[in-house]
């Protein structure tokens, strides 16, 4: 019923399959994000396939959502993931280096699980979530939790 358009190769690690955790469009459709199980976020062209940026968190640990958001008139990857932090990358200009490092375990109130999903307000608020069923509202202007609910009942009264 479909055809492909484009094959995107790049998320192999050490010649072997790795299995892509997310993938998102910018708000034009030009540009695809992806990531894998190994931390790994690429950027493409979606248009020709062609690979456009590539950045390392650091870590190893599984990217679990992505998103291309507008932050300070900056576009940028916002990623979660088995780290519990936040991570902004610029997609634009020859700047390549993470932006936004946020370690959100060490928040007082932040995820001491999994993160699983992310959410972008502009102009600075974004939303995550994590395993154990909690969501955190932080402002990414001032690096801080402004709010968090749990959908656990149990979690909300300890």
């Not at 650091?58 to 940028?76: F, H, K, M, N, P």
């Not at 001032?142 to 979690?155: E, I, L, R, V, Y």
Request: contains cysteine; charged residues 20%; negative net charge.
């Amino acid at each position: 019923t479909g055809y492909r358009v484009h094959e995107f190769v790049g998320h192999d690690d050490r010649n072997a399959p790795s299995a892509i955790t997310s993938a998102a469009f910018d708000s034009s459709f030009r540009k695809l994000v992806s990531s894998n199980e190994s931390g790994k976020i690429l950027v493409w062209n979606y248009n020709n396939g062609q690979l456009l940026a590539e950045f390392n968190k650091g870590t190893a640990s599984e990217v679990s959502r992505l998103q291309l958001v507008d932050y300070r008139s900056i576009a940028c990857v916002a990623s979660v993931g088995w780290d519990r932090k936040i991570f902004l990358f610029p997609t634009e200009g020859e700047e390549s280096d993470v932006i936004y490092p946020m370690d959100t375990a060490w928040s007082e109130g932040g995820h001491t699980e999994d993160m699983t999903s992310l959410a972008f307000c502009a102009p600075h608020t974004l939303a995550t979530a994590s395993f154990d069923g909690k969501v955190v509202l932080w402002n990414l202007n001032a690096g801080c939790k402004m709010n968090s609910f749990c959908t656990n009942p149990q979690d909300a009264q300890a």
